[in-house]
């Protein structure tokens, strides 16, 4: 049946223009599917628009800030309007990869070792003079990334102790506090997850990047990264791959939607979750449409079950 | 170029909550949109139907003679037969770029230089040698020690790009002693100077210096290409641009018009024949001065009361641009991320490089926002920018 679908996008979040991107590829296959779509950019108008449109569903194709924190989901809750993927909740708990890593961790989940610093413990504590006794802990090479941030933004592959303090300060224009993780040398893959009162694994995706680390400008631009659909690993890999994204999915109280990514050492025996997304992109080279289409759907059949199972809550 | 997160960061710019120093867009809001109008009303009823026609390739000629008043303005005197049209100054860029440049060929710019400009010679696979500037435009000592070496290897320069009027993105002038040193420069080792003047008119003070082209046509006229737009004049939204240039070079710009787009929209020429016919298009730029030199003033007075123990700036006699120099340690590609977050934008410095230096310098346009969101946005800056340095110093 015909449903009236509002598609919110772009927003205020530094991942704006890969929002946009979502929302028009999305928009135009909930338009093939036969729906009306309203694209509403995210701004202080935003309860006003929704409050104006008679919406029966709210198509969440923000990433990021206000999109992925539990902000626009908080908002979707009162005026009673039906929305994509995942609650308030586990949008709060994710976006905070500090706090998901803790989650992780407390269900047996692994997750490569970490330590985090906020901005006001260089400036007022001295923090920097704790980074030799991290670098020990952990070991080099280390990924520094702001805590809250999506995309690959911000984060940068550490080789040298000397180049830790630039990378802390670019991290830190992105959020308030920085995490310093164990580089995990292996097969970088995504799970992606879908479905409401069973949720399933779709195809593994493996990324290998054409230069050593998947950033941001690997993930926004066609050509820099193979994709591999399934991924290149053993069965008992994948298998365990799989069960441990379902961990994570439910560890944080996941419903609906979500992508898990994480990095098997090149032994294939340890799964390291990395974290975990509410509001997975849906560009032409984005990692849920292709684990979709691996598994047989077309992208419009992938937006319809998305749509399906929330328009049913 | 910028890597795509940069890029993405600058595409938020264009958001009415952000405060942008970032694009040099003009104030066309102060543009007499009332004359505008009658000025297509003219277009669309005396001869409407050739003025939605294809055109000539060279430029529709009444604009033409329009274009040889608002030069002679600034001391040029060309006629019709020297002037070729194009689709806005990138256009003028792109095609010359087309002509001159094979892979591996050698251009010189200046250091910093307009982005527009590097990116197009590169699209062509010329290497870039970028001369300094100082408050004098292009460092000339340098300049013809560079020039020596390369005659010595045997290398030919195709050309030399300068934006002699504060220039973008550096808002320097080139001084009248070195204008005349470096068409001595050309003429003596045979190198084309492109002479890109697209702020020549916005000057806010001191008296204007004749133009580079005006010195070559003092003498045989055979050494510069003159190019500009109307982008600054009128508005960005007509794409138009022009170039001035020695007729065997003229007829190949043509053929690439040809090549590319047959010709300039007529529509635009013949509206802004109409605008440049009524006189008061000098007042338009009166008030546009007018404007930009108090946005300029107030941009100044905010740096100096809230930066001056720790950046440096040019402080440009007219344009748009005001270049910002901070302590080598300090990158503005690393504080870009938190300046946008907190609603202020800039350009990070290194993409007026073609090998990306300037990583402690950033542009900041001056023209867009008004003098209230400039002084706010400065402050905004000044304070993301003093908290980084504690930052910084935390490390040390």
């Known amino acids: ?105 407390s269900h047996n989940i692994p997750t490569p070792p970490f330590y985090f610093l906020n901005t006001s413990s260089f400036r007022e504590l001295g923090a920097s003079k704790i980074l030799p006794y991290i670098v020990k802990k952990i070991g080099m090479p280390l990924v520094v990334k ?168 | 170029m910028f890597s795509s997160e940069i890029r993405d960061l600058l595409a938020l710019s264009a958001r009415p909550d952000i405060i942008s120093f970032a694009g040099g867009l003009p104030e066309v809001r102060a543009q007499n949109f009332q004359k505008l109008e009658k000025y297509v009303k003219r277009t669309l009823k005396s001869d409407g139907d050739i003025n939605i026609q294809y055109g000539c390739s060279d430029g529709y000629y009444p604009f033409k003679t329009k274009l040889i008043d608002v030069m002679r303005l600034e001391g040029i005197e060309t006629v019709e037969e020297d002037i070729i049209t194009t689709t806005g100054g990138q256009q003028a860029l792109d095609l010359l770029a087309k002509i001159f440049i094979n892979p591996g060929d050698t251009v010189i710019t200046e250091s910093p230089a307009y982005t527009g400009a590097l990116n197009s010679f590169k699209s062509y696979e010329a290497k870039i040698i970028d001369i300094p500037v100082d408050e004098n435009g292009i460092d000339i000592s340098i300049l013809e020690k560079k020039l020596k070496e390369l005659e010595k290897k045997k290398i030919q320069i195709k050309f030399i790009y300068l934006v ?38 916005l000057r806010y003070e001191g008296k204007p210096i004749p133009t580079i082209k005006e010195l070559d046509i003092r003498g045989d006229n055979l050494n510069v290409i003159y190019l500009s737009t109307l982008s600054k004049l009128l508005a960005p939204g007509f794409r138009i641009g022009w170039i001035v240039a020695p007729h065997p070079i003229l007829e190949k710009i043509s053929l690439g018009v040809q090549s590319t787009i047959l010709c300039v929209s007529t529509f635009t020429q013949r509206i802004a024949y109409e605008y440049f016919s009524d006189p008061s298009w000098v007042d338009n730029i009166k008030r546009f001065k007018g404007i930009y030199s108090k946005r300029r003033d107030i941009m100044l007075k905010t740096l100096k009361g809230n930066l001056s123990s720790i950046a440096s700036w040019s402080k440009p006699k007219g344009g748009f641009f005001i270049w910002l120099r901070f302590p080598d340690y300090l990158s503005t590609k690393d504080i870009l991320a938190d300046a946008v977050r907190n609603k202020v934008a800039y350009v990070p410095g290194s993409g007026f490089y073609p090998d990306e230096k300037g990583l402690n310098e950033a542009r900041l346009a001056f023209c867009t926002e008004n003098t209230e969101r400039i002084e706010k946005g400065i402050k905004i800056l000044s304070k993301i920018v003093k908290e980084k340095i504690k930052l910084y110093k935390s490390f040390k």
């Open chain 2, 164 to 201: 002699p009027n504060f220039s973008n993105p550096s808002g320097v002038t080139l001084s009248f002693d070195r204008r005349k040193k470096v068409l001595e420069l050309a003429k003596k080792h045979r190198i084309i100077i492109l002479e890109d003047n697209p702020y020549g008119m």
């Open chain 1, 146 to 313: 702001p805590s809250a941030q999506g995309s690959a933004l911000g984060i940068k592959l550490v080789d040298k102790e000397n180049d830790l303090p630039h990378s802390i300060i670019f991290a830190l224009g992105y959020s308030k506090k920085v995490i310093l993780e164990k580089y995990i040398n292996g097969i970088e893959l995504a799970v992606s997850i879908i479905g409401k009162k069973k949720p399933r694994t779709l195809p593994v995706v493996e990324i290998a990047p054409k230069n050593k680390f998947f950033d941001f400008e690997s993930r926004s631009k066609t050509g820099e990264v193979d994709y591999f659909v399934p991924a290149r690993i053993s069965s008992s890999a994948d298998k365990k791959v799989k069960e441990v994204a379902l961990a994570v999915h439910n560890s944080l109280k996941c419903t609906k939607l979500s992508r898990v990514d994480i990095i098997l050492d090149k032994k294939e025996e340890v799964p390291y979750v990395l974290e975990l997304n509410t509001s997975p992109g849906m560009t032409d080279t984005s990692l849920l449409p292709m684990a979709a289409e691996e598994a047989g759907m077309s992208f419009e059949d992938l937006v319809k079950e998305i749509i399906n199972m929330s328009l049913s809550d």
């Open chain 1, 1 to 105: 049946m015909k449903k009236n679908i509002a598609v919110l996008m772009g927003g205020r979040s530094l991942e704006r223009e890969i929002s946009i991107k979502s929302g028009q590829r999305v928009s135009n296959a909930l338009r093939k599917l036969g729906h009306n779509v309203i694209k509403l950019d995210i701004d202080e108008s935003i309860v006003d628009n929704l409050n104006t449109e008679k919406i029966d569903l709210a198509y969440i194709a923000l990433h990021g800030k206000d999109g992925e924190d539990g902000t626009i989901q908080e908002i979707l809750e009162v005026l009673n309007i039906p929305y994509t993927g995942p609650g308030v909740y586990p949008n709060v708990l994710s976006f905070d990869k500090i706090i998901s890593k803790e989650i992780f961790t």
